[in-house]
């Protein structure tokens, strides 16, 4: 049975600590968080589970074999570098770090106490993405793709639209599609980019919009606003066919929408096709009990810090592509 302790108690780290007190395999013992209001919520939700208002005295307990940690991304690198330290495996949210070299530590700590760094990259792990990534990957939609994904909404505030510890969209939200276009189409190469500051209120960047390319001739076009309402549009377009997510032009039946999540591969001569994968556990149990069997040696990390980092490095080349109006290269490797 492993022990888990959940530091940081606030949106994601209550949601991580319900995933992890309801997987089999472990058991959730320990809470951390400096605000007294997040640690009554979570005594409330954990009757018994016991409760530390900072990271270094949950990791300091010997009874605690792994953490998870889900505080403001500026503070990763901090907090989990003092758990690997104590070798405790770290399931660690995404985005990985606010930084390529706040990333960089964190590898090499993971590798000098020899003990795992897996990044909660869920989309790795969500049935719905993964049915579609295999078309993909599988080639139907032919070669080169180009995935297009647009989204505008009113974000989260706080921190979250803090330059140094969120980062804004352009890190925190848009990291999901990076990570995934790394997976699906290999080693991101460069990247151009713009951005529009729409509340000047905030100190990161809250709009903009760039093209990823890939060493593999795919592109990835994102788009994200998080000072703005608007259509989310999303698509993967290929010489041999496409995959439009929603309802598209095809309605599915009662069944079938009860049974997927659904999207749509639709092919050169328009034929349409349902593709999603059955309902099942949410990527959150799916994440978990990965994380869990890697633990235990059954496995091999799907997410790890030497991948996760990719997409910090893209999402650094978008912010400098930006101001600079011409391409960036994306670049992980350590400065010599
Ligand atoms: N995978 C996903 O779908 C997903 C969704 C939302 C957030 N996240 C990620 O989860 C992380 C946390 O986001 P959130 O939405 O829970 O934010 P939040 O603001 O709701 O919660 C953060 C919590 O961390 C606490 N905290 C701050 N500094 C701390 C420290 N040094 N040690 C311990 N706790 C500390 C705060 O008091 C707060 O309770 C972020 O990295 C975010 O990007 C991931």
């Known amino acids: 049975m492993i022990r888990i302790g959940s530091i940081g108690l606030g949106g994601m780290g209550l949601y991580q600590a319900r995933t992890f007190s309801q997987a ?24 018994g589970v016991q ?31 003092a758990a690997l330290a104590a070798r405790k495996p770290v399931l660690l949210e995404k985005p990985m770090a606010r930084t390529v070299p706040q990333c960089l530590k964190l590898i090499e700590d993971a590798k000098k106490y020899d003990t795992l760094l897996m990044v909660a990259h869920c989309r790795r792990f969500d049935p719905h993405w993964k049915s579609w990534g295999e078309y993909v990957t599988s080639g139907r939609l032919g070669h080169p793709i180009l995935w297009r994904h647009a989204l505008a909404g009113f974000g989260p505030g706080s921190w979250f639209m803090d330059r ?15 990570d995934f276009a790394n997976w699906i189409f290999g080693e991101p190469e460069s990247v151009v980019s713009s951005s529009i500051k729409m509340d000047p209120s905030v100190t990161a960047i809250d709009t903009g919009s760039a093209v990823v390319r890939y060493k593999n001739g ?20 290929g010489p041999a066919g496409f995959i439009q997510f929603g309802t598209g032009g095809l309605t599915p039946s009662a069944e079938e929408e009860a049974e997927n999540q ?39 990390c799907l997410s790890p810090g030497t991948e996760a980092i990719k997409a910090i490095a893209v999402a650094e080349a978008i912010l400098k592509a930006g101001p600079k109006g011409r391409a960036v290269k994306v670049n992980w490797q350590p400065s010599v």
Request: hydrophobic residues 35%; glycine residues 8%.
């Open 24 to 47: 089999e395999g472990c058991r959730l013992v320990a809470g951390a968080d400096p605000s007294p209001e997040m640690r009554e919520r979570f005594a409330k939700t954990f009757p």
């Open 51 to 81: 409760v530390y208002d900072s990271p270094e005295k949950l990791i300091a307990q010997p009874d605690i074999d792994a953490v998870v940690v889900a505080v403001p991304t500026g503070r990763h690198q901090r907090v989990a570098s």
């Open 164 to 178: 140094e510890l969120g980062g804004g969209p352009l890190i925190d939200g848009a990291v999901h599609d990076y």
């Open 218 to 237: 795919s592109q990835l076009l994102v788009s994200w606003s998080w000072s703005a309402r608007g259509n989310h549009l999303h698509d993967v377009i």
């Open 262 to 300: 659904y999207c749509y591969f639709t092919d050169r001569e328009g034929k349409q096709t349902l593709i999603g994968a059955k309902k099942q556990p949410d990527m959150y149990t799916h994440q978990a009990l990965h994380f869990l069997a890697c633990i235990r040696g059954e496995t091999t």
